[in-house]
């Protein structure tokens, strides 16, 4: 996230063409936050993606509100096999391997459907940014300009599954209420606190 705050700026001045941040971890999978853990230390694997997922898509929302005119998407993107996820130490790494063996046949993306899934992601106009004239590539016929995390057409910050699509109805109604009761401002100032202490200590 800090390198999109720090490369913002370039962003910007690009964006009459097309400026886009993609965030690769687990879109559309938002749930609720424990806000007496961000860093997620003690969240069981049950709760740490809706947690992580939720706190990435309201640091993009706040982005987005310093920078209308980029594009923001948090993606997840589906079961990938590759050199990473098939090297994964301990226990997450045997479940991680027992699933590919078992399902990954029939669940598992194509690394190269990944990448044109993802090419699609950073050039459609489905994701446009809320303001500003790089829109990205023309919608064909049949699609039309994605929902946001606020649950409207072309708000410039999505949150989509491996299929493109997402967040449902819940996750809009669960990031709505914590971007208006202070949350996202809570998660935001703990992001920057913790980047600018690992540049301290670096």
């Known amino acids: 996230m800090h390198f999109a705050t720090q490369l ?7 964006a009459a063409t097309l ?9 559309a999978h938002d749930g609720p936050i424990d ?32 920078a209308p005119d980029v594009a923001f998407v948090n993606d997840y993107p589906g079961l990938v ?6 090297s ?31 090419l699609f992601l950073l050039t459609s106009e489905a994701y446009k940014p809320r303001e500003g004239a790089g829109v990205g590539v023309p919608l064909v016929q049949g699609l039309e300009v994605h929902d946001g995390i606020d649950g409207k057409p072309g708000s410039g ?21 914590y971007r208006n009761d202070g949350m996202q401002d809570k998660v935001w100032a703990h992001v920057i606190g913790e980047l600018e202490r690992i540049e301290r200590e670096c």
């Open 157 to 177: 910050v999505y949150s989509v599954g491996s299929d493109g699509e997402g967040p449902g109805k819940k996750a809009v109604a669960l990031l709505e209420g």
């Open 8 to 14: 913002l700026p370039l962003l910007r001045a690009g």
């Open 81 to 86: 096999v590759t050199k990473l996820v098939m």
């Open 88 to 118: 994964f130490p301990g226990y997450y790494g045997v479940l991680m391997r027992l699933l590919v063996a078992l399902v990954g046949w029939w669940v598992a993306v194509p690394l190269d459907e990944s990448a044109a899934r993802h």
């Open 35 to 66: 806000a007496a853990d961000f860093p997620a230390l003690r969240q069981p694997l049950a709760t740490y993606r809706g947690h992580t997922c939720a706190m990435a898509s309201l640091c993009m929302a706040r982005l987005a509100a310093a």
């Open 19 to 27: 400026a886009r941040v993609i965030f690769v971890g687990a879109g």
